[in-house]
């Protein structure tokens, strides 16, 4: 996995978590709209 | 993260989003859309506390839509943890706040199923069932719910 695979990795275990951990839910958009 | 402010903050108070571009690197978007088994964008997912999908919406919805489906999602991760009175709030809110959204029939069904899950009341169903005689009359929830007209 590139470096930008295992850092968005990171980044969404990390907002699980913190989804996990406050009680909420996650929300996931895949999106092809400009940044 | 999302242009309208009525949708950013229903998604800063609920959720904690996560956004997966099309031009992320093709190893992210490749790896990250088959695990969700997602085809197509926008989809958006609704996963619950322990990660589990809840509720998918595919493709561009206006705001007032967008926003129904956000909160019938809500209130689908609170049904199928079995807090249905949170689930009936929820459900209900989509009714109220959105009644010309396509979520609206299908709360105003899920709002009868609720209260009869979480009150065991099957006099719920049959008043759903009456509620679809005056509205969203031509919709598919409307057929489902007409098997309680005699509940």
Redesign the interface.
């Known amino acids: 996995?590139?470096e930008?695979?295992i850092a968005?990795?990171r980044?969404?275990e990390r907002?699980?978590g913190?989804?996990?951990q406050?009680?909420?839910?996650?929300?996931?958009?895949?999106?092809?709209?400009p940044? | 993260?999302y242009p309208d402010e009525r949708v950013e903050r229903l998604?800063t108070f609920?959720?904690?989003?996560?956004?997966?571009?099309?031009?992320?690197?093709d190893?992210?978007y490749a790896?990250?859309?088959q695990r969700?088994n997602?085809q197509w964008?926008?989809?958006?997912?609704?996963?619950?506390?322990?990660?589990i999908e809840?509720h998918r919406v595919e493709g561009f919805l206006p705001v007032d839509d967008f926003l129904a489906q956000?909160k019938l999602?809500?209130a689908r991760?609170a049904f199928q943890r079995g807090a249905f009175d949170e689930a009936e709030r929820r459900f209900r809110q989509v009714v109220d706040e959105h009644p010309q959204s396509e979520a609206a029939p299908e709360a105003l069904y899920w709002i009868g199923v609720s209260r009869y899950k979480g009150q065991g009341d099957a006099s719920a169903l049959a008043e759903t069932a009456r509620a679809f005689s005056t509205r969203y009359t031509d919709s598919a929830w409307a057929k489902k719910a007409s098997v309680w007209r005699a509940a």
């Not at chain 1, 406050?22 to 709209?33: M, S």
């Open positions: 996995m590139t930008n695979g968005w990795r980044d969404a907002a699980l913190e989804a996990k406050h009680q909420k839910r996650a929300l996931v958009d895949f999106t092809a709209a940044m | 993260m998604v609920e959720f904690v989003p996560i956004r997966v571009h099309v031009r992320d690197a190893d992210v790896h990250v859309s969700l997602v964008t926008p989809t958006v997912l609704i996963l619950d506390e322990d990660g809840r956000l999602g809500l991760v």
